[in-house]
């Protein structure tokens, strides 16, 4: 059995497509470098992190973003008469006043590593945007059209706009299609497929919160009229019918539903197999109850479906309730190469599941200068929006423990370096080296930043020697704390308890969309010069435990 999530932590909006025997999957990455990761696999089973589509942190240049701005959504294709791979991706520049500035971009290569073609602008009309290669050789891109006017349906109505590949432009303007296949509203995610001389659109509804679904509606002509699937939703965490078309808060968390270990399924994308079996990926969350607050974020989750006779997608097993537990394809194992646990950077290269927020890792760190350590070099505080030298994974489960050995030594009390559980620039907790003019050298310390508020825990001040000196995160469900030593073996706690839970979604004031990171950081706020350096990166997670 496959076991849901496939990726766990911060991965949403999952769109998958198939070339011959290869499968992938790409999912959102906001304001993080580097930008959509494609996930491969031969088996829908065993996955690899393949690689990234967006490497060049000068386009698109995301500094100065808050926190979940960035790339929106991607949508993932393969066109088979040109052999070609398309991403089209939205970078949200803004959400000020709801009027959601968005552009949306579309790149392509012939190899799923790249390199990509130079991005051509499509719209800004909405986000979510997606591509259909019909078997005419048209193109045609469908987005959610975002509504700013008062006394129309927020958020929106899908749009369609036909797109000319020699011009490189879009035909006319965007043209309102549909308006979903239920009344749960705030529709969003379209996909457009054709099968059987059918258009099939495929969406979200109901909020990428407690009612999110995915749903789907069918036409003869790419214009419409779609008639919806008269079963409703296809799969989702909350099979309650509403309408609920007059209120666009996404999250709605009265739709939580007790019997569903999956919350917030929605946003697919179906793959057909080449042995006639259909699956499709989504979004899901594990929330901490009776909090309802996702420090996970938004996961990605595989159902087993199948096609009607009469030409409608529905899940395998009868129902449309996200599960846990999913019939695997019928296809032989080839395994992939995993993320590794422990990371002693003794390769000189920098492994792809680091990411920084803004710009690409290599900016400020690299694994040459010293060879078997990595080397930081610090730039702006934690709390910036521009040029901030973090490295991180994703926290794939609240029992988690994280380990780094650090070799810092600062002279002035801009300095710090150290080990952090990471939200967004404005939820953080930074266990630090960095120098005491109080205690006139040395010292560690804690720092934290709860919605913008910082609190310089001085009470957990401890002077320390300039020698190697060992980090520890400790996870152990709701309850977060650190650790430090000097060889390793022997721990001392300092500072409190944390509550894992607020770092979710539901509790971050200034940022949502994302998931929690863990990961070792540099500030140098003086030159932009010092540098720490790392002996290894140790993450290690139980990810059999549930998040309760």
Known sequence: MLQNPIFKGFNPDPVICRKGDDYYVAVSTFEWFPGIPIYHSKDMKHWEL???VLTDDTNPNLTKLPSAKGIWAPCLTYCEEEDMFYVIYGVMNSMNARYFDVNNYLIKSKNIEGPWSEPVYLTSSGFDASILHDDDGKKY???????????????????CVEYDPETKHVVGYPKRIWRGATDRGCIEAPHLTKRDGWYYIMCAEGGTGYNHSVTMGRSRNVWGPYEPDPNGPLVTSQPKESNERAD???????????????????????????????????LTSRPFVPELRCTLGRETAIQKMQWTSDGWLRMADGSNLAKIEVEEPNLPDVPMPEIPNFDDFDGGELGNWYYSPRQMPSTFANATERPGWLRVRGEESLASLNCTSLLTRKLTSVYATVTTKMEFEPEVYQHSAGLTIY????????????????LGGSAISIVRLENGEKTEMLDTRVAVEDKPIYFRLNIEGRRTWFEWGYDGENWTKIGPDFDTTTFSDEYCKFGEFTGTMVGIAVTDASLHEKTADFDFFDYEADETKPVD
């Open 141 to 159: 891109i469908v987005s959610l059209e975002w509504e700013t006017r008062e006394g129309y349906e927020k958020p929106g109505v899908i749009c």
């Open 50 to 52: 393949l690689t990234h």
């Open 248 to 282: 666009d808060d996404h999250l709605k968390p009265r739709y939580f539903n007790p019997d569903s270990v999956l919350q917030k399924s929605g946003h697919g994308s179906y793959v057909d197999l080449p042995n006639g079996e259909t699956y499709l990926v989504h």
């Open 423 to 438: 939200y967004d620039n404005m939820n953080n907790i930074f266990l630090r080296k960095y120098y005491s003019q109080t």
